[in-house]
């Protein structure tokens, strides 16, 4: 069997939460990295043969092309193994980790997207946001997230569906660390969040280790090329 | 075998698609309406003890309570009788129709139910937007969307993923039917997206078009009753 071809920045979330999601179930792929900050998405042969949809992280697996993460996700469980889980079968697990995906997608997700591309991206990028960047805002809207994430999910279990480790805390724990990794503090007014996140981390162990390693060097590289812009952003 | 229990809305695109699936797939379930107009789902009964997530549409299996659209289409393809077409195994269907759904919810979907909440949704419910909304820019946003649709999706097949309709195009034309049941022409320059939504239509037959009727009686008789708002929005 090919190795699975992985187009991925260690930049994006959605790419780092794959990257692990391998690792760990040991899937063979060939690691493709793709540099978003140069734009390498967006033109030449990785837009016109492999993503139409200009997006990280994609998979080829044989001929067969891939975008989209949850998508993704879902067919390397079709047509790889991946351990149960990840995305348990048992009452109705895979249920309730398409629901967070789902709900995570919307809110927190966004909320911590937009944040890194507000404060950190845009700026690195030399570029102005189109939207209104109230900076309060978005804090406000990342700390309602964190709120809302801790009442829906974090009540019952010792993890997001369960006892077990899911996709769901994988995928969350990227999310949350785009935010983090540059400098805002999650778990300030969310201890719940501050217990559930050491447990992810501690649990995935140096499948995180590495890949978060990883993506605190790409942040440190593009702020060491670009000190000025930083400066002004703080 | 109890039937499903099914909190809808025929006002919510989703609410829509998931209600012809079932009716298609003659799948038993007893239909609860829940009038989001009136805030049914913010509050009582339904947000306590249906679904914190105060959203529609959600099912009841048994005592398995499941929020979120595509998490509920899921479900259903892995514990009811789903017709193959909608979620086919073969030639990685399952892959693509995932992929376009996610695609889908962060572009089309996203354009398509934001222009929606502006142009009628507030009106009606006598709220002004908290967002900046600026009409032409709703306007651009949803053609650059059908545009996006038409060129990744609508070039090689019959439907979006293949010969065969499948839940993509149902969830498709679901969410396309928000801005056009309130008046915008989305075929005015996608002659493309026109030929793939009469095919779309056609194929679902009757199942469509008892929705759609009780999707339009529904905007009509909110209309009548705040006539003067809807005229001031003209």
């Known amino acids: 069997m090919q190795p699975v071809k992985f187009y991925f920045d260690f930049l994006n979330q959605s790419s780092r939460a794959l990257y692990i999601l391998m690792e760990a179930s040991k899937i063979p792929f060939e690691a493709i990295p793709i540099s978003t900050l140069k734009g390498e998405h967006l ?6 043969k492999v993503s139409h949809f200009k997006r990280l992280p994609v998979i080829q697996d044989d001929s067969f092309l891939l975008a989209e993460s949850v998508a993704i996700f879902r067919h390397l469980n079709r047509e790889k193994i991946v351990p149960e889980h990840w995305y348990p079968r048992r009452n109705f697990g895979r249920s309730r980790v ?22 950190w991206l845009l700026p690195i990028l030399g570029k102005t946001s189109t939207e209104e960047t109230n900076a309060s805002l978005l804090t ?34 990227c999310e949350i660390d785009q ?36 993506f605190d060097n790409k942040l440190k590289t593009a702020e060491k090329k670009i000190p000025e812009v930083m400066y002004l952003q703080q």
């Not at 400098?183 to 559930?196: A, E, T, V």
């Open 179 to 214: 935010p983090k990794f540059i400098g805002f503090n999650p778990f300030n007014h969310h201890p719940k969040l501050g217990q559930w996140y050491e447990k992810v981390r501690d649990e995935l162990g140096p499948y995180y280790k590495h890949v978060a390693d990883e």
């Open 140 to 173: 406000e809207r990342l700390n309602q997230s964190f709120k809302d994430f801790e009442n829906l999910f974090l009540n019952k279990n010792k993890f997001v569906i369960g006892d077990n480790l899911s996709y769901a805390d994988l995928m969350a724990i």
């Open 98 to 119: 398409d629901e967070f995906l789902e709900w995570q997608q919307r809110n927190m997700g966004l909320a911590c997207s937009n944040y890194f591309k507000q404060k």
């Open 43 to 48: 033109t030449g042969e990785y837009r016109d």
